[in-house]
């Protein structure tokens, strides 16, 4: 039995039957490494879905099997002939997702200097903008670009050394490099590339020999002219817990930052959404999931694929009437503004405080966790700065705003109880 079969058991006892075999059953694995698992399924949907629904799940269960993180890669069934067998990571692994191109990136007045950025990046790799550090909130399209540079440069040069990475597996490939006592064959990785994509810089916060180990191998590359981009959900400055030697070596290049989507983005997403897949959505349904206000193109799209999901399951024609019933408990209704006031107002309900213990001084965990968690919300969910969130919870320190949003971003990933909170409490705002 190889471990995707080990996840399946335990899936199939979480999940109703007709969950299962419409979503598992007929998925396989395809190849396995110390970090990751490449797993077929039959179709588009069912990857997105798959994507979206249970990765988290999936994760959380093989890390129980093995102990250790490993990434999971869904590729649909009638590409399997394509997917190498991976063992040990190599540069010319590290697999692009075949979506993220250019060519389906959707450009707005939110993204366009990102884009640009990112495009001259690509074709002149190295000497327009080197290092580059594209900066935004979840689900904007950081990875998307990243990744389309990668095809880019790759069909420009097929042969092109290149790696895509994320911080999480940069850390991983340290801490087994060490263990292993592997330490020169790291270092010849990853300084000696031609181009290096890495994602969510963020989590170098508080790891110290993974920070080093970055550091060098940015100096390494940058001294050869080697292209480097970076993501993170901020800017260089707000990084806490980052050496200041690194964070200025990302303030040293170009800065590109990505805003949410306006309207007309929106619409032009839903519709290459829709294009791609090769499905058929009335203009006013697309008018009408566009117009609600989703925070981020990741639960955009999520809507989409949800509404086409159960309309085909179901042999309904996708209209306006079937799309509010589908996606009720998704669109925010009445598409109130998310504040602050109201974050407080939400989070002190749901844990029967009163709004005034968010802001006192008071320490004790009762108390410091649920505003750790209004803190996240309001960093996550409003345009408003950590200063100015800062301010409104009794005076207290930015850092302290980045402290709360970053230990709750990470403890909800494994905490199902903590997410399952965080997702309460929201679907009650988004109303």
Request: glycine letters at 4%; one cysteine or more; hydrophobic letters at 40%.
């Amino acid at each position: 039995m190889n471990i995707w079969q080990q996840v399946l058991q335990v899936i199939q006892q979480d999940v109703t039957k007709p969950t299962f075999e419409m979503w598992f059953a007929t998925s396989e694995l395809l190849s396995e490494t110390y970090d990751r698992l490449v797993v077929s399924v039959p179709s588009e949907f069912a990857k997105d879905w798959l994507q979206s629904k249970y990765y988290n799940t999936i994760q959380n269960i093989l890390h129980e099997i093995t102990g250790k993180d490993i990434d999971i890669t869904f590729v649909v069934q009638r590409t399997v002939e394509h997917v190498p067998e991976m063992e040990e990571p190599q540069a010319s692994d590290h697999i692009l997702n075949p979506k993220y191109t250019f060519s389906s990136f959707v450009v707005g007045n939110s993204n366009k200097f990102a884009h640009a950025a990112c495009l001259a990046a690509a074709r002149d790799p190295g000497r327009a903008y080197n290092p580059l550090f594209i900066y935004g909130g979840v689900g904007l399209g950081k990875t998307h670009l990243l990744q389309a540079i990668g095809h880019e440069i790759l069909i420009r040069k097929p042969a092109a050394d290149l790696i895509y990475t994320t911080t999480e597996k940069f850390t991983n490939e340290v801490v087994y490099a060490i263990q292993q006592n592997r330490i020169p064959e790291f270092h010849e990785y990853y300084r000696t590339v031609e181009v290096l994509l890495i994602d969510d810089i963020q989590f170098l916060t508080g790891k110290e020999r993974t920070q080093e180990e970055f550091f060098h191998a940015f100096n390494a590359l940058y001294d050869r002219s080697r292209q480097i981009v970076v993501t993170s959900d901020r800017p260089p400055k707000e990084l806490q817990g980052i050496a200041d030697r690194l964070r200025s070596r990302f303030e040293m290049g170009l800065l590109a930052d990505i805003q949410p989507p306006d309207l007309e983005t929106r619409i032009a997403i839903l519709q290459k959404k829709a294009s791609m897949e090769h499905v058929e959505i009335p203009q006013e349904v697309i008018n009408y999931v566009a117009g609600h206000g989703f925070s981020n193109i990741r639960e955009l799209e999520g809507s989409l694929v949800r509404l086409v999901a159960v309309a085909s399951l179901q042999n309904r024609e996708l209209t306006l009437e079937v799309a509010r019933e589908v996606l009720r408990d998704i669109v925010p209704k009445g598409n109130r503004r998310i504040t602050i006031t109201r974050i407080m107002e939400e989070v002190a309900r749901f844990f029967k405080l009163d709004v005034k213990d968010l802001t006192a001084r008071r320490r004790t965990h009762d108390i410091a966790i649920p505003r750790q968690i209004a803190m996240y919300l309001a960093r996550e969910y409003t345009d408003d700065s950590l200063i100015s969130i800062g301010e409104q919870f009794g005076g207290r320190d930015h850092t302290t705003v980045m402290y709360a949003y970053d230990k709750i971003a990470q403890e909800r990933r494994s905490d199902q109880t903590l997410d399952a909170a965080i997702h309460e409490i929201l679907s009650i705002l988004e109303r």
